[in-house]
């Protein structure tokens, strides 16, 4: 019965909106359900994923989980108590990093070695963990697949939906893409994050500008840039969000990064 009302409510909505684009027909529990099978199935799936052990590694993860606390403790980012947070580091010579929903956030080895302090990771880590306080994921979900295959799960009447939806959600990180919207909002709330710590918030914008300054913005190789489209555009989009949140200077934490990047296996 409780399904009946949130389809009835869902209905409602559709014809108030008449747009998918901002509507989430999932709950925070879904979210949390699916980020927990997608950790599950990244965990049982080491040739793609190769994850640093916490346990052996726990100088490098004690550097990113106090990054990821101190983001979460800006008293800027949603679900923050909610979810369920933790990251992960994958040992592969990948620029690239990723987030799940209900608030798993992976970042490569290779992204990692790339940048040159610890603003720019933090910029890189609040990015992917606004992806998950904005609930970006099962946005997407709900514009892609419509009403018809949503009312079916929400009726019960395809179990095995849920299944799915997570297979494909864990089917890598580019299998469901965020518009070019969400990723201008994930940039943007990223600066609002690290506006509210001592880090310098332009650090959002340095994966960006070490790309461009290696000629390499346009490279499709890249496997960030397949996800997370780039351009001088967003640059300037971080800048004037850096402005619009007061200009703090903050600090880059250069020295700090050289002990991260030291203590991850060659
Ligand atoms: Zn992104």
């Known amino acids: ?40 199935q990244i965990q049982e799936a080491p040739q793609d994923y190769p994850i640093l052990d916490p346990a052996k590694h726990a100088v490098a993860y004690s550097h990113l989980n106090r990054i990821m ?12 108590k909610e979810f369920e947070w933790t990251i992960r580091i994958v040992d592969a010579d990948v620029l690239n990093a990723f987030a799940c929903p209900g608030g798993k956030v992976y970042v490569y080895k290779g992204l990692i070695n790339f940048l040159d302090n610890e603003a720019q990771l933090a910029g890189v880590i609040a990015h992917e963990i606004a992806h998950i306080a904005n609930r970006h994921s099962t946005r997407q979900l709900t514009k892609q697949y419509g009403l ?3 009312t079916d799960m929400l009726l019960g009447q395809n179990p095995n939906q849920y299944v799915q939806l997570a297979a494909q959600l864990a089917g890598g990180a580019g299998s469901l893409a965020f518009s070019r919207s969400d990723e201008y909002e994930a940039d943007n709330n990223a600066v609002k994050y690290l506006s509210a ?17 290696n000629g390499q913005a346009g ?3 890249i496997t960030w840039l397949s996800t997370h489209p780039s351009s001088p555009d967003r640059i300037q989009k971080i800048q004037e969000a850096w402005t619009a949140y007061g200009s703090k200077k903050g600090d880059d934490f250069a020295a700090r990064y050289v002990q991260l990047k030291n203590s991850l296996p060659k």
Do not use: H, R, W
């Open 69 to 80: 606390l101190t983001l979460l403790n800006s008293g800027q980012v949603n679900y923050a």
């Open 1 to 40: 019965m409780k399904n009946f009302y949130y389809l009835l409510l869902t209905v409602v909505l559709f014809a108030a909106c008449g747009t998918l684009n901002q509507m989430n027909i999932f709950s925070i529990e879904d979210e949390k359900n699916f980020g927990n099978q997608m950790y599950a």
């Open 219 to 221: 490279g499709s190789a």
């Open 148 to 150: 018809s295959a949503l």
């Open 197 to 213: 710590t001592d880090y310098n918030p332009l650090g959002v914008a340095g994966f960006f500008q070490k790309m461009v300054a």
